[in-house]
């Protein structure tokens, strides 16, 4: 495939990020287990955190061409930075921008998008390994609010006020800054898929 010169601009960018930010340290970070939030940074101001998100919802406003060659590049020299920015884009800031409201947007697309917030993909169940389909977590509405009834102990999803004062799901020994979005099932005996 040929790219366009906007693409290889991105690509070109991304690339030299990478190398001199992330390559040098992706071996330290893993083994004294630090979280590059310095980098994270640096990427949302270059527009990773959105990278198919409109303009006027805070993110950069390019195609999914460009978000392949943004993950690609990021993952030459990091694979877990790079699995951090894919999860914010895909599914986070795209399930977002399908179903959330103006408000919702406002409140959580526009921070995401930018880097401001970073979104999560909530998957753990020891049974399921990284199987989303198998998962047996299930949510049902209680009154205003819907419960999560989980299968594992140590991780519980539930229902808090941020400080945005907006209710928001999260995984419990997660910091307050991260946003879960919980994969569930609405019916306990629904059918399993392979695959998700």
């Not at 979280?35 to 270059?46: E, H, T, V, Y």
């Not at 590049?73 to 999860?87: K, R, Y």
């Not at 946003?179 to 629904?190: A, I, L, Q, Y």
Request: proline share 4%; with cysteine; hydrophobic share 35%.
């Amino acid at each position: 495939m040929l790219l366009s010169e906007q693409h290889q601009m991105i690509r070109d960018a991304l690339r030299d990020f990478s190398q001199q930010q992330l390559a040098p340290n992706a071996a330290r970070w893993d083994k004294e287990r630090e979280f590059p939030k310095d980098a994270l940074k640096q990427l949302a101001a270059l527009g990773a955190f959105g990278v198919a998100v409109p303009q006027e919802d805070g993110g950069a406003g390019l195609d999914y061409l460009s978000l392949a060659l943004v993950i690609e590049e990021i993952a030459a020299g990091d694979g877990g930075v790079s699995t951090i920015i894919s999860v914010n884009n895909c599914p986070v800031c795209s399930i977002a921008m399908s179903y959330a409201n103006e408000a919702q947007k406002r409140d959580w697309l526009l921070p995401l998008a930018k880097g401001d917030m970073l979104g999560a993909f909530c998957l753990t169940e020891p049974h399921a390994g990284s199987d989303a389909s198998a998962l047996r977590t299930t949510a049902r509405r209680d009154g205003r609010y819907q419960c999560f009834l989980g299968t594992h102990d140590d991780t519980g999803i539930y229902r808090s006020k941020s400080r945005r004062k907006t209710r928001s799901a999260f995984i419990r020994y997660c910091a307050d800054s991260f946003r879960g979005m919980p994969h569930t099932r609405s019916k306990p005996d629904s059918r399993r898929r392979h695959g998700l």
